[in-house]
Nanobody, 125 residues
Framework: QVQLVESGGGLVQAGGSRRLSCAAS????????MGWYRQVPGKQRELVAA???????YYTDAVKGRFTISRDNAKNTMYLQMNSLKPEDTAVYYC???????????????????WGQGTQVTVSS
């Protein structure tokens, strides 16, 4: 049974930092690309960052220079370090996994193999 479990969400003030984690089980982690998406009520999930199994990264423009995606294949865990947080970063953050990096980059959501349950990040102004 595949499980992706996010943690690290919570309430943070604008300008602050937060680190999200995504612990994976039931998959061969090192063979999967991983990603972080986020969703606010009434809107579609949007890609935040992605990382290949070799560590090549992608960031959406809105988070470039502020967020860092990384992975530790020995721990089957992916991270999202979020700095200089803004109120517009408030969302539910989801991690996902797929053997095809392109699926994570381009979606749609339905083609991505595995999703976590999400973790709420709230940035207060």
């Amino acid at each position: 049974q595949v499980q992706l479990v996010e943690s690290g969400g919570g309430l943070v003030q604008a300008g602050g930092s937060r680190r999200l984690s995504c612990a994976a089980s039931g998959i061969i982690f090192r063979t999967h690309a991983m990603g972080w998406y986020r969703q606010v009520p009434g809107k579609q999930r949007e890609l935040v960052a992605a990382i290949t199994n070799f560590g090549i990264t992608y960031y959406t423009d809105a988070v470039k220079g502020r967020f860092t995606i990384s992975r530790d294949n020995a721990k089957n865990t992916m991270y999202l370090q979020m700095n200089s947080l803004k109120p517009e970063d408030t969302a539910v953050y989801y991690c996902n996994a797929d053997r095809a990096y392109g699926n994570i980059l381009k979606g749609p959501e339905s083609v991505i193999d595995y999703w976590g349950q999400g973790t709420q990040v709230t940035v207060s102004s």
